[in-house]
């Protein structure tokens, strides 16, 4: 069982920065695949960015140059640096985490924390 904790959200001015984290309750190296999703108010959830347990990236377009991902393996924890946010990075932000458990791949999700980019 892994839980997942999210933190960093707040409000920003359109062209702030904002710096998420996600906590993980056990060793991020037995983590295989980590990755970033938003949901924004009637809209479905939608991919932002993930990172693998060997450091390999991928990022959604609409993302691509404000947002970095990144691993700190002491601390099991992904954060995703913001930058030049907009206001339609609106949206609950939300971690999940692909753990590989006795042969069966198990999917674990976050509670969220909400990220409003506003003037």
């Known amino acids: 069982q892994v839980q997942l904790a999210e933190s960093g959200g707040g409000a920003v001015q359109p062209g702030g920065s904002l710096r998420l984290s996600c906590a993980a309750s056990v060793s991020i190296f037995r983590i295989n695949f980590m990755a970033w999703h938003r949901q924004a108010p009637g809209k479905q959830r939608e991919f932002v960015a993930s990172?693998?347990?060997?450091?390999?990236?991928n990022y959604a377009e609409s993302v691509k140059g404000r947002f970095t991902i990144s691993r700190d393996n002491a601390k099991n924890t992904v954060a995703l640096q913001m930058n030049s946010l907009k206001p339609e990075d609106t949206a609950v932000y939300s971690c999940?985490?692909?753990?590989?458990?006795?042969?069966?791949?198990?999917?674990?999700w976050g509670q969220g924390t909400q990220v409003t980019v506003s003037s």
């Open positions: 999940n985490a692909n753990v590989v458990e006795s042969g069966i791949l198990n999917v674990y």
């Open positions: 990172i693998t347990s060997g450091g390999n990236t």
